[in-house]
């Protein structure tokens, strides 16, 4: 039905969302950054209840982007830059310890920035993986290399149980819903150097304003 087409993950689709990410200008348009991650968290559901933590996770992260792009001040919020801007030139930002802005758009987007990373990473992995890789053992790889820095110990557990659980290298592949792994690997290279563009662009801007360890 279309209902439960709209709920299936394809990677083709994310693939356009993060096409669109970027202006001429580099800057990174939230809306089809938002709708990007919107595409992820359809593949992680896709993937079982075990992940269902992390979903929940992602999915509020969305949520509170979303609440500040359509809020009153929505105009402020359509690009990162002058999210990042409007923010910082505001005081709304609770920049070395937990304050009165718990849910400042720069400390939740730094949240789902840092696990774009692990993304770039695992993906790569997957890319370049051949039949006898396990993806359990990528994503753990891209994980203790990118988030896990991040997370708690208790986190990092759930994590590993939960990668241990992970579909295999050919459902996973079944899962991207683009048709034979020649196709998957080919998408795979055309959307990962647009990924790593908005992680690069979005890192540098963080960095120039001190934002990287927003607590
Ligand atoms: C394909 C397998 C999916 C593996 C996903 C790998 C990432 C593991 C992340 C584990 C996150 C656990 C849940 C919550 C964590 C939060 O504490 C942190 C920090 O937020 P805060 O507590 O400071 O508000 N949240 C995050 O780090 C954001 C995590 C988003 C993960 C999205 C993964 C999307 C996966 C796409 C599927 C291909």
């Known amino acids: 039905s279309a209902a439960s087409q709209d709920q299936k993950f394809c990677l083709q689709e994310v693939l356009d969302t993060f096409k669109l990410c970027l202006s001429e200008k580099k800057e990174v348009y939230l809306q089809h950054y938002v709708d990007g991650w919107r595409g992820l968290v359809k593949l992680l559901n896709s993937l079982g209840n075990v992940f269902g933590f992390i979903s929940k996770d992602a999915v509020s992260k969305i949520q509170i982007l979303v609440n500040h792009l359509s809020g009153e001040n929505g105009s402020q919020y359509v690009t990162v830059q002058s999210m990042v801007k409007y923010e910082m030139d505001n005081g709304l930002v609770d920049l070395t310890k937990r304050g009165s802005h718990p849910e400042s758009g720069c400390r939740t987007l730094l949240r789902l920035h840092r696990a774009l990373r692990w993304l770039d990473l695992f993906l790569e992995r997957l890319r370049t993986s051949t039949e006898d890789d396990k993806t359990s053992v990528m994503?753990?790889?891209?994980?203790?290399?990118?988030?896990a820095r991040h997370h708690p110990w208790v986190v990092r557990t759930a994590a590993g149980?939960?990668?241990?659980?992970?579909?295999?290298?050919?459902?996973?592949?079944?899962?991207?819903?683009?048709?034979?792994?020649?196709?998957?690997?080919?998408?795979?290279?055309?959307?990962?150097?647009?990924?790593?563009?908005?992680?690069?662009?979005?890192?540098?801007?963080y960095a120039q304003n001190n934002l990287l360890d927003i607590p």
């Open 161 to 205: 149980v939960a990668f241990c659980v992970l579909p295999g290298r050919p459902a996973f592949f079944e899962v991207m819903n683009v048709g034979p792994p020649e196709n998957v690997v080919a998408i795979l290279g055309e959307a990962l150097p647009l990924i790593s563009e908005v992680y690069q662009v979005t890192e540098e801007l």
């Open 139 to 147: 994503c753990a790889e891209a994980y203790n290399q990118s988030l």
